[in-house]
């Protein structure tokens, strides 16, 4: 009996440790829209083991010895604007996307204005509206011991893109 407590005493005071490793997962789901129309379904998230040292980008996992500062995603327009490529959402070029990743939200959606902008193309971050204004846009994570510290886009502007 006094075995069972000592033993009951141990995995108890082992407890806090274990809760006090800095694992996050953050399981990313989306779709993108195909010229044609069609939706397809994605997953593309973020995960991190500390006590097996791994992160995980997507279906790959990584042996690290600490969480990489940051990961972009890149965006690239095609030359003729009418669609865009992101490696990590799909093999080929997409219309539109719409990506959920933790607490954010990300959609690259076509939308005719009243200016016109680079590509018909308006990029949202949890509901804030931003413009290409090159061929390529990042989206860029910036990672602490929680997950996602900050998410930005880069190579995008908030004023329609049609300033240089």
Same mark, same amino acid.
């Given at each position: 009996?006094?075995?069972?407590?000592?033993?009951?005493?141990?995995i108890v005071l082992l407890?806090p440790?274990y809760?006090a490793?800095a694992d996050?997962s953050l399981?990313?789901?989306?779709?993108?829209?195909?010229p044609?129309?069609?939706?397809?379904?994605?997953e593309?998230?973020?995960?991190w083991?500390?006590q097996?040292?791994k992160?995980?980008?997507?279906s790959?996992?990584?042996n690290?010895?600490q969480i990489?500062?940051?990961?972009s995603?890149?965006?690239?327009l095609?030359?003729?604007?009418?669609?865009?490529? #992101?490696?990590e959402f +799909?093999? @080929?070029f !997409?219309?539109?996307f719409e990506?959920?990743?933790?607490d954010?939200n990300?959609?690259? *959606?076509?939308?005719?204005f009243?200016?016109p902008v680079k590509?018909?193309?308006v990029?949202?971050l949890n509901?804030?509206s931003?413009f290409?204004?090159?061929?390529n846009?990042s989206? #860029?994570?910036?990672f +602490?011991? @929680?997950? !996602?510290?900050?998410?930005a886009i880069?190579?995008?502007t908030k004023?329609?893109g049609? *300033?240089?």
């Amino acid at each position: 009996m006094k075995l069972n407590i000592n033993v009951i005493a141990g995995i108890v005071l082992l407890a806090p440790s274990y809760s006090a490793l800095a694992d996050f997962s953050l399981p990313g789901k989306g779709t993108v829209t195909y010229p044609t129309g069609v939706v397809k379904e994605f997953e593309f998230g973020f995960k991190w083991q500390q006590q097996a040292e791994k992160f995980s980008i997507g279906s790959k996992s990584y042996n690290m010895e600490q969480i990489p500062s940051s990961y972009s995603v890149a965006i690239t327009l095609a030359k003729d604007d009418s669609q865009v490529w #992101v490696q990590e959402f +799909n093999n @080929g070029f !997409i219309k539109e996307f719409e990506w959920h990743i933790g607490d954010h939200n990300v959609i690259l *959606k076509k939308q005719q204005f009243s200016d016109p902008v680079k590509g018909d193309y308006v990029i949202e971050l949890n509901g804030r509206s931003y413009f290409f204004t090159r061929n390529n846009a990042s989206i #860029v994570m910036n990672f +602490n011991e @929680g997950g !996602i510290e900050t998410i930005a886009i880069d190579g995008v502007t908030k004023n329609m893109g049609t *300033k240089n």
